[in-house]
Structures are given as C-alpha cells and as structure tokens.
C-alpha cells in the first residue's frame, strides 16, 4: 500500500512540474527563433547597405533596386517577396527604411535627389543606412518575454566621395 502512494505522489509532482518546465522549453525556441529572425534581418541589411554603397549610387533606381537586393524574388537576401515600406512593420511583415545623407528617402526619385551629381558633391561624410525590420510575433504568449514586437537591424556604411 505505501509504494502504490509513492507512485501517486511522483505523479502528482511531475503534473505540477510539468508546465514550468514546458513553459521554458518553448521559452528557448522561441527566443532561437528571435535569435535566427535577427541574424536573417542583419545579413539583409548588410547586403542592402553593400548594394547601395557599390552600385546604388550609379543607377537611377536606388530605392528599387535596394530593395530587390534585400526581399527581391531573384536572388533577395531574405528570399522573399513581400515587403512594403510601412513601420512599425506588422506581423510577419517586413519594412525596409533606407537613408542617404542622413535623410530618408523612400523613393527612387528622392533616393536620386540626395546623390550626386544632383546633390552631396564632394561629400567625405557622407553615410547610407539601411533598416530592415520584422514583425515579430510570438508562438508563446507569455509575460516573461515580448509575444509581438517589430525586431530591427540598422546597418550603415560610408558613401564614396564624388567629385562634381
């Protein structure tokens, strides 16, 4: 008879038990789930940035053609195709924000207007930054940590100098 109530007893303190421990087990994959989103989001900026300093500033689609490096369906970093330049992004959304000069544009047109040889001429601080953002949205909910958040990585590089 004492054994059978040993049984119950290790019964009822893996019930209780139980729920904490799946609690931080789905804590850790979610947070390695964060942790690969961001590392995704940096190496789109980076490739992003990279576009725009190299070639960007040679062309007559800045912005597009930026955008295309980072979520294009040919070739894009993230491998995606849906993005909108909206932020904070929405779920499952990304939003791409690109700066020339320390001015945003969003556009091919404005893009085009900062960069010599319209503006910026002979410019040795000049800088281009790009954002790429993501709508994070938590398998978990939980009070512990964030359940929807937008996570973002900023990665800027210097602007050649260009004589005009």
Do not use: H
């Not at 994959?29 to 500033?57: D, E």
């Amino acid at each position: 008879m004492n054994l059978k109530r040993q049984k119950g007893l290790a019964m009822v303190e893996f019930a209780i038990i139980l729920p904490v421990l799946l609690y931080f087990l789905f804590g850790v994959i979610q947070y390695g789930w964060l942790l690969s989103k961001y590392m995704g989001l940096t190496n789109a900026a980076q490739v992003g940035v990279l576009y725009l300093v190299s070639q960007g500033i040679s062309t007559s689609k800045p912005y597009t053609n930026t955008v295309a490096s980072i979520c294009g369906q040919n070739n894009g970093a993230l491998g995606v195709t849906l993005c909108n330049a909206s932020y904070p992004p929405g779920n499952n959304s990304i939003a791409i924000a690109i700066a020339l000069y320390g001015t945003t544009c969003n556009t091919d047109a404005t893009c085009v207007a900062l960069l010599p040889p319209t503006a910026n001429c002979n410019s040795s601080t000049g800088t281009a930054t790009v954002t790429v953002s993501y709508g994070f949205t938590a398998i978990v909910p939980a009070k512990l940590y964030p359940t929807s958040s937008p996570i973002s990585s900023t990665i800027s590089a210097s602007l050649p100098t260009v004589s005009c």
